[in-house]
């Protein structure tokens, strides 16, 4: 079974439209969030929720809006794709949101047209 | 900002052990060094963390100084799966809003 398994792998979309990557961690972990990679494969923080409650938000757009309906769960919808959001984006999941070790995702590789 | 620094790229044979070096010389007493590693197409993985003393699991042996400015990871039989960019990361604020800040990383490729 994928610890961290993230929907879709691939996705191609144009301009404008509205998008959403789910996560589920099988883990039973508090701790969930979302990193971008972008082209020059830089690792950023979007995101991090702990049990369902947003603990971290790493001044990104506010087209982006994560939703935790459970703590197993963690979703990224994207309002108003542009060009510039591109990337992989992927889903992490650690034991408690202070815990060092987190378990990654394989990734969701959006490509906006 | 990433709290560490690495060298962009290194090589190593095959077979033999690899050592990947880290400094982070504004590392604070109560934080820890982790080391994270990104194979092409795949989403990182966990290796090993230390605070102080040196540690080893089944990956990786991990070498701190004492003055814990800076570290070194060692692949101690490296194979060709272990192509891939290593990161060495020290978490950045403290409790539960404290995060790892990914670096550029170095890029280790295992030769034949």
């Known amino acids: 079974d994928t610890a961290v398994s993230q929907t879709p792998k691939y996705l191609v979309t144009q301009m404008g439209n509205d998008k959403s990557i789910k996560c589920e961690q099988n883990l039973g972990h508090d701790t969930m969030y979302w990193y971008k990679q972008d082209s020059k494969k830089f690792l950023k923080i979007m995101f991090s929720y702990n049990n369902k409650e947003l603990i971290i938000n790493e001044t990104v757009p506010n087209r982006f809006s994560p939703k935790s309906p459970d703590k197993a769960h963690l979703n990224l919808h994207i309002n108003s794709l542009e060009l510039g959001d591109s990337a992989v984006y992927f889903c992490?999941?650690?034991?408690?949101?202070?815990?060092?070790?987190?378990?990654f995702g394989e990734g969701s590789r959006l490509t906006v047209l | 900002d990433a709290k560490t620094t690495q060298p962009p790229s290194m090589d190593c044979a095959e077979g033999r052990a690899a050592n990947l070096p880290c400094n982070h010389s504004?590392?604070?007493?109560?934080?820890?060094v982790y080391w994270y590693r990104q194979i092409h197409s795949q989403g990182p993985q966990y290796i090993i963390h230390g605070l102080k003393n040196n540690e080893t699991n089944e990956m990786a042996s991990l070498i701190i100084t004492e003055d814990r400015k800076s570290s070194t990871l060692i692949l101690p039989h490296a194979t060709l799966r272990d192509t891939a960019v290593y990161y060495c990361i020290v978490r950045v604020g403290s409790g539960n809003t404290g995060k790892l800040i990914f670096g550029q990383g170095t890029t280790l490729q295992v030769k034949p």
């Open positions: 504004t590392i604070s007493g109560n934080e820890y």
């Open positions: 992490a999941s650690s034991q408690s949101p202070g815990a060092g070790e987190l378990f």
